[in-house]
């Protein structure tokens, strides 16, 4: 099989000219007669325009096909090929990129996996994220894990932007933290993940990543973007770190927000992660604070559960919108809340009751409207943010 | 010192409102009386709108100050910092960042020891790229290798797409071109610097680079954008790993080219560079063939040259545009040339010649109009690109 890419340029750009440019400009490139005696190997290497197509609006939309050959089954040579050198030649998006089943990785552990050491299987898991996102002590992480994983919590996570830290090195919040984990194992015999946002510099990371599963850390948190696919790569190749990597947007807009440069969202944080190494992926959810598309945000949930990947529609989810992300994404999605846990009017405990109300009441098929509901976690949050 | 940002907001956007947001978003958050025992830590890591200027077409720029504290001195948790979570906050372009001088890498060789290791002072370097990029057998690069170094070339690399290829391996493309610049060490005393791209996955990449080197490679090619900052800085924190690293801007469009989203070219392939550990850094050249603003080019110049970095202007560059670049550039610049070397109606060692040829008249205050120059190389190529 070959990989095939769809790029999508505005009106006015002549498409087939720039296709090809592509086409030869990202492969090969040109050779005059003294490379004859090469003429088979430099063809193997040209991509090839399948298709253009001109849309309503003006604009068009090229499918190019590239040999598997110029590549290193990898995410990096990857988009050094189809998108590296023409990225700076102007206007066009690279809109859908169809790779070969084998190419890349499947997740480690996925959708699957993550359900098993959660021992949960039939409904949506609830990950809440520390906040406030920098400044607290290791304790006060514990504190704020200790309450919301004892009301119930299956997934926390650090703020991308709380790295290791003088004023607050990682180890020892995973140290105050998996305390709390193994109370909360022993108490109730459930497991609860903490994803470790995993950082570093030179070519440390792998091996803090080790040293974080070996003090605990039974899930990481990773900002694919900023460090790079390599670095997802190297953590989902590496024998050691068997824990689920979850795969944070930050930085995404740099590359995807705009109309007609760069990438779309549904490619980098669908297909590049479903098939660089991540088991589950962050992105922002259409109804919450963050502008996304509602078809955008149907494609990227798709992409990731064909390779078994754990779609976690985030940013701006609070109880209240769970009956429309169910309808959405059925039993299996993440629903990732950072305020919409911490800051709950009575605590983050009734953040987290809030959610497993709103799970049971769309169940049952019930109303959210506020005067409908009971007194408690749940109607307290529809009050604040419906 | 403090880390400072210039955000661009186009008219019509609440740049005010955006900064604030940016401010607080992208460091601590916000926290309620839960949390007022860690007041002074919390407030230790806001970030403080500096400055907010509205420009003449009603477009803002505003400047933000990060504390130090809240990044690891590296690339990847600043970009996380600076602009993760809110890239995918709408429309917004980050146009400056200035760092501590502290901040980051200062390059490892730099311009100075470039120039020391091709004992080359008082002039521009040549440098050539392998052409056609793909389908070339390890003897057809030597081959031409022996070409350019004969006739004078200071540094030659592979094509960025040129990767580890099963049918084009790295090593033993170097090993064959090792060879040559062996045999040109003999014969002339002369150094020509090969930077051979270095790619891989799963945390074999550096190794690799190691490898390469023991095996001769006097200079590194690094596609930073697609595998990472963190690869650039891995590559350039090792001690075996003691040759220039040339970085590639591939993927910077998809970054950069867009007017109101992403970052500017001059943050991307200057300050980030000049402060990741970059010894040269590759972008397009105003007069070449990619779509590029003067002043941004100027602006790259300036921030690497300011760290020590090499810069190379690049992507159409031929023996006819050289005054222009010396007007621009003065004697640290590298000339870098594809096609404008490679496909020399003559032959690659005349499209080195005309490099030199272009200078010596520079130099002499020549002219380069066609009817002025006499017969001989660079007036074959003036007359094909010119």
Redesign the interface.
């Known amino acids: 099989m070959s990989i095939e890419i769809d790029y999508h340029f505005p009106a006015g750009v002549n498409a087939e000219k720039q296709a090809k440019i592509i086409a030869v400009g990202?492969?090969?490139?040109?050779?005059?007669a003294r490379?004859s005696h090469?003429e088979e190997?430099?063809?193997?290497?040209l991509a090839e325009v399948v298709k253009g197509i001109t849309q309503p609006d003006g604009s068009s939309l090229v499918t190019i096909r590239f040999p598997e050959?110029?590549?290193?089954?990898?995410?990096?040579?990857l988009?050094?090929?189809i998108?590296?050198?023409?990225?700076?030649?102007?206007?066009g998006k690279?809109m859908a990129v169809r790779l070969p089943d084998n190419y890349g990785r499947y997740p480690q552990v996925g959708i699957t996996g993550i359900r098993e050491r959660l021992n949960v299987f039939n409904r949506p898991l609830i990950m809440a994220i520390f906040?406030?996102?920098?400044?607290?002590?290791a304790e006060?992480h514990a504190t704020i894990l200790q309450e919301v994983a004892g009301a119930g919590l299956d997934i926390i996570k650090d703020?991308?932007?709380m790295?290791?830290?003088?004023?607050a090195p990682t180890l020892k919040r995973l140290a105050a933290c998996r305390r709390v984990l193994d109370k909360v194992k022993a108490e109730t015999g459930r497991n609860v993940l903490y994803a470790v946002n995993v950082?570093?510099?030179?070519?440390r990371?792998?091996e803090k990543a080790r040293l974080l599963v070996r003090e605990g850390a039974n899930a990481l948190l990773l900002?694919v973007l900023?460090?790079?696919?390599?670095?997802l790569?190297?953590l989902?190749?590496?024998g050691e770190i068997n824990v689920p990597i979850f795969a944070?947007?930050?930085?995404?807009?740099?590359?995807?927000?705009?109309p007609?440069?760069?990438?779309a969202y549904s490619v980098v944080l669908g297909t590049l992660m479903a098939y660089g190494g991540a088991d589950a992926v962050l992105y922002?959810a259409h109804y919450g604070s963050?502008?996304?598309e509602a078809t955008e945000e149907g494609r990227i949930r798709d992409i990731l559960r064909r390779r078994g990947v754990f779609p976690v529609p985030s940013?701006g989810i609070h109880p209240g919108i769970v009956p429309r992300v169910l309808a959405d994404y059925g039993n299996d999605v993440i629903l990732n809340a950072g305020?919409g846990i911490m800051?709950h009017p009575d605590s983050p405990a009734a953040g987290v009751k809030a959610f497993f109300e709103a799970l049971a009441r769309v169940k049952e098929g019930q109303s959210f409207a506020v005067d409908k509901l009971p007194d408690g976690a749940l109607r307290r949050a529809i009050e604040k943010w419906s």
Chains 1, 2 share one sequence.
Request: aromatic share 10%; glycine share 10%; with cysteine.
């Open positions: 990202q492969t090969a490139g040109t050779w005059d490379f090469r190997a430099l063809k193997s290497h050959i110029n590549v290193e089954n990898d995410i990096p040579s988009l050094t090929m998108f590296g050198k023409y990225s700076m030649a102007g206007v690279v906040k406030p996102a920098l400044g607290l002590s006060d703020d991308e932007i790295g290791d830290l003088d004023v950082t570093g510099s030179a070519d990371l792998i900002n900023t460090y790079g696919f390599y670095v790569d190297s989902a190749a590496d944070h947007p930050a930085f995404a807009g740099a590359i995807c927000a705009a007609n440069y760069g990438m922002p963050l502008p996304f940013a305020t800051e």
